[in-house]
């Protein structure tokens, strides 16, 4: 099994001056439940290189089992230190997309032609695509092979609006993530603010926060083995 996952390469949190970028745990927990099951992974982002860590997920309460494992795996550090440019990699070489998330594809995978191109050669193809947190939003201009919106009439969840509230970015965001899928005719769903919550609706997956990201992995690596 070759699974892609793909980081954003955005590290400004809006006109704050604060940094942000992808969520380490959102990263890791996927990684690895995709790792121990045997899938060959490849690391892509916009820019290529090392993607930015939102500083708030490297922070000590933020951290978990697969943080600290990912801190002492040197294989997995080299990885992500070289992701592979999106515009660079062909859909068709992989069976499978993972999107975590962090405030960052709000801003560049959200609008990135070649995120959105990669998308919609999945839905073409049938091939699963999972997404957690705030990375459902780069589901925002894509449309699947009928000229719909992706999302629309699917069940799905995201980054809740009261989750955004909670942080204090509601009006830093670009968009919220509900409101767009709400927006595009998504079926929305979401669970407790902060506990886990995963819609699977077809081949397309998304989980609900920074909780949902080991339980989305789950469902893609379910789905790849049917």
């Given at each position: 099994?070759d699974?892609?996952?793909?980081?954003?390469?955005?590290?400004?949190l809006?006109?704050?001056?604060?940094?942000?970028?992808?969520?380490?745990?959102?990263?890791?927990?996927?990684?690895?439940?995709?790792?121990?099951?045997?899938?060959?992974?490849?690391?892509a982002?916009?820019?290529g290189?090392?993607?930015?860590?939102?500083?708030?997920?490297?922070?000590?309460?933020?951290q978990?089992?697969?943080?600290?494992?990912?801190?002492?795996d040197?294989?997995?550090?080299?990885?992500?230190?070289?992701?592979?440019?999106?515009?660079?990699?062909?859909?068709?070489?992989?069976?499978?997309?993972?999107?975590?998330?962090?405030?960052?594809?709000?801003?560049?995978?959200?609008?990135?032609?070649h995120?959105?191109?990669?998308?919609?050669?999945?839905?073409?193809?049938?091939?699963?695509?999972?997404?957690?947190?705030?990375?459902?939003?780069i589901?925002?201009?894509v449309?699947?092979?009928?000229?719909?919106?992706?999302?629309?009439?699917?069940?799905?969840?995201?980054?809740?609006?009261?989750?955004?509230?909670?942080?204090g970015?509601?009006?830093?965001?670009?968009?919220?993530?509900?409101?767009?899928?709400?927006a595009?005719?998504?079926?929305?769903?979401?669970?407790?603010?902060?506990?886990?919550?995963?819609?699977?609706?077809?081949?397309?997956?998304?989980?609900?926060?920074?909780?949902?990201?080991?339980?989305?992995?789950?469902?893609?690596?379910?789905?790849l083995?049917?």
């Amino acid at each position: 099994m070759d699974v892609l996952m793909v980081l954003t390469s955005h590290d400004a949190l809006g006109n704050t001056g604060k940094k942000t970028g992808f969520w380490l745990e959102e990263f890791a927990a996927p990684y690895y439940v995709l790792h121990d099951a045997g899938a060959r992974i490849t690391l892509a982002s916009p820019k290529g290189g090392q993607p930015p860590l939102d500083p708030k997920s490297d922070a000590d309460d933020a951290q978990t089992a697969d943080t600290r494992r990912f801190k002492g795996d040197l294989e997995a550090q080299a990885a992500l230190a070289n992701t592979v440019k999106l515009a660079d990699l062909n859909a068709e070489t992989f069976d499978a997309v993972f999107f975590p998330g962090g405030h960052g594809p709000l801003w560049d995978l959200a609008e990135d032609r070649h995120s959105i191109q990669l998308i919609e050669a999945f839905e073409k193809a049938g091939r699963p695509v999972a997404a957690v947190c705030h990375a459902p939003g780069i589901f925002r201009h894509v449309h699947d092979k009928s000229g719909k919106f992706l999302v629309a009439g699917r069940h799905v969840t995201g980054f809740a609006n009261t989750e955004e509230a909670a942080v204090g970015l509601t009006e830093v965001v670009p968009f919220l993530v509900e409101d767009m899928l709400v927006a595009n005719g998504g079926l929305y769903e979401k669970g407790d603010d902060w506990a886990p919550h995963v819609v699977v609706d077809d081949r397309l997956i998304t989980g609900q926060n920074p909780a949902s990201s080991k339980g989305a992995a789950k469902a893609l690596m379910e789905m790849l083995r049917q």
